[in-house]
Structure formats: C-alpha cells, structure tokens
C-alpha cells in the first residue's frame, strides 16, 4: 500500500529563516511519482513541483529546493529566507502511474507553515 | 491559463435538497478528479473521469454522484446528504499519457450540511 508521512504537524519560523519541510513515503511501485502542493488560507492547492521515480536529481527554484532520496524514501521541500507570504498548509503527495495516464494523490496529513515578521 | 474553476464558492444546504457542485476547465486536460478535504485533513480522492469516462470511484456513497458532460465541465450532484459530509470539495484537471502529470486544482466549494 502507499502512503506519504509528514510528521510535522506545525512549524513555526522568523522571517528570513531556513525551514525544512519532511516527506517520507512508501510503495512497492518502480515507477512513481511525487508531488509537493501549497494550500493557502483561500483553500485552493497550488502545485509546486512533480518528481518521477527514475530522476532523482535535486532541483531549485528561486527560494524553493526539494531533496529527493530514493535510498530513505524522502522527498524533502526547504524554503530558504521564509517570508510571511509562505505561510500555508504544504502537502506531499504520491501517485503510482496509471495505464489511463491520470494520477491518484495519496497526500500526506500536511505540514502547517507559520512565518512571523 | 492554469484555471480551474469552482461553483459556488459556498453552499449552505439541507439534509433534503438536492443541489450540485460545477467545475469548469479551458486547459485542454482530459482527466478531471473530485476531492474531499475536511477540516485540517488532507484532500480525499472520490473519483476520477479520464476522457470523459468514469475511471475511479473510490467507494463514495451514491448520495454523491458525479457527471462529466464533456470535457471540459466536471459536476458533483448532492442529494440527501448528512452533516458529516460538510467539507471543502476540491476540483482538479490534469493532463493524460504516459506517466503521472501534475493535477491543478480549484479553490474549492464549502460545503455545509444543516
């Protein structure tokens, strides 16, 4: 069965701070694929970024970079210099590849960001 | 464009009635998807369309029953539901192919049941 576990339930952070947000996941599939969302205050998920099982290179994206080990089954998300605009729920997610080409979101319980001026 | 688009915003609505939850996508994706979220829960799957066709229901009671009358209109219709079935009902689109493409999301219908 898959599952994702963010065991950070909240963070809390001063403006301009290092935060690290935790993914670890589980599947028997070769093939996956993980998913990082941000859910703000208005409810709608916003994707950020998508990672296939076979490409385990790290990637960075202005402030944002995500740490994908396949050895420990992480999939770890660092905001660097946090800013009040990042506070928002973060979700992990993992969905097996279909025939049909959709996906199915297993999503983890979330991380709550608060960054504080 | 990476709009998806929910109606209503907020519905209030009786053990009763009968209403429906509508979703609209201009992106040209042909898998459409129905989340549930609860209060500080992650989003639920319920179902999943690809071209059209219903691909996935995941055991939702037939109370809900969704319809996807072409591709780009996604609805959820509501009849007789409980209390316990007040939520935020998420809509999503995503492409279709080989592999698993990023799904994007509405911001999403309150529902609640009185």
Redesign the interface.
């Known amino acids: 069965a898959q599952k994702v576990t963010q065991a950070q339930t909240e963070i809390s952070v001063v403006e301009k701070e290092d935060v690290t947000l935790d993914c670890v996941y589980e599947t028997r599939d070769t093939?996956?694929?993980l998913?990082w969302?941000k859910q703000p205050p208005?409810?709608?998920?916003?994707?950020l970024i998508?990672r296939?099982s076979f490409d385990e290179q790290n990637e960075i994206s202005g402030r944002y970079s995500w740490n994908f080990q396949k050895s420990t089954s992480s999939f770890n998300f660092t905001i660097t210099a946090s800013q009040v605009v990042d506070s928002a729920v973060y979700?992990c997610a993992l969905?097996?590849?279909?025939s049909?080409?959709?996906?199915?979101?297993i999503?983890?319980?979330?991380t709550r960001l608060a960054v504080h001026p | 464009d990476t709009e998806v688009t929910q109606t209503p915003k907020h519905l209030v609505m009786g053990m009763t009635n009968k209403k429906s939850l509508k979703c609209e996508q201009h992106m040209g994706h042909r898998a459409m998807y129905w989340y549930k979220q609860k209060a500080k829960k992650p989003p639920e799957l319920m179902f999943v369309y690809s071209y059209e066709k219903l691909s996935i229901n995941e055991s939702v009671p037939s109370r809900f029953s969704p319809e996807c009358p072409n591709s780009s209109l996604l609805n959820l219709h509501l009849h007789a539901l409980q209390p316990e079935d007040s939520a935020l009902y998420l809509c999503a689109s995503s492409q279709t192919g080989a592999g698993s493409t990023e799904a994007f999301f509405g911001q999403g219908t309150r529902l609640t049941v009185v």
Do not use: D, Q
């Open positions: 093939t996956y694929y998913f969302y208005s409810g709608e998920l916003v994707f998508r296939n979700f969905s097996e590849a279909f049909g080409g959709y996906n199915k979101l999503f983890g319980a979330g």
